[in-house]
């Protein structure tokens, strides 16, 4: 098993940035990804950005050159930095792990972006 907990959300104005962070524990030696999600109200949720065990990064086209993934293993966590934040950013933003076949989510930090 493997517990996630982010923190890092907030309210910013249009154009700031914020770090989110993503802190795991319990079996974390099998994680093979770790992926940021956000769904928006009303909306589905949507990946963000995926690291993988390799270091391998990927992004969703909107979030190509505002956002950034990366991590600190000693400490277990995966950061989210989004710089030029837009309004549309505004969502609950979710951590993911991969685990084998298996996957878990963090309870997510909300992230507001006001005009």
């Known amino acids: 098993q493997v517990q996630l907990v982010e923190s890092g959300g907030g309210l910013v104005q249009a154009g700031g940035s914020l770090r989110l962070s993503c802190t795991a524990s319990?079996?974390?030696?099998?994680?093979?990804?770790m992926a940021w999600y956000r769904q928006a109200p009303g909306k589905q949720r949507e990946l963000v950005a995926t690291l993988t065990s390799g270091g391998s990064t990927d992004y969703a086209d909107s979030m190509k050159g505002r956002f950034t993934i990366s991590r600190d293993n000693a400490k277990h966590t995966v950061y989210l930095q989004m710089n030029s934040l837009k309004p549309e950013d505004t969502a609950v933003y979710y951590c993911?792990?991969?685990?084998?076949?298996?996957?878990?989510w963090g309870q997510g930090t909300q992230v507001t972006v006001s005009s």
């Open positions: 319990g079996s974390t030696l099998g994680i093979t990804t």
């Open positions: 993911n792990a991969q685990w084998g076949a298996l996957s878990f």
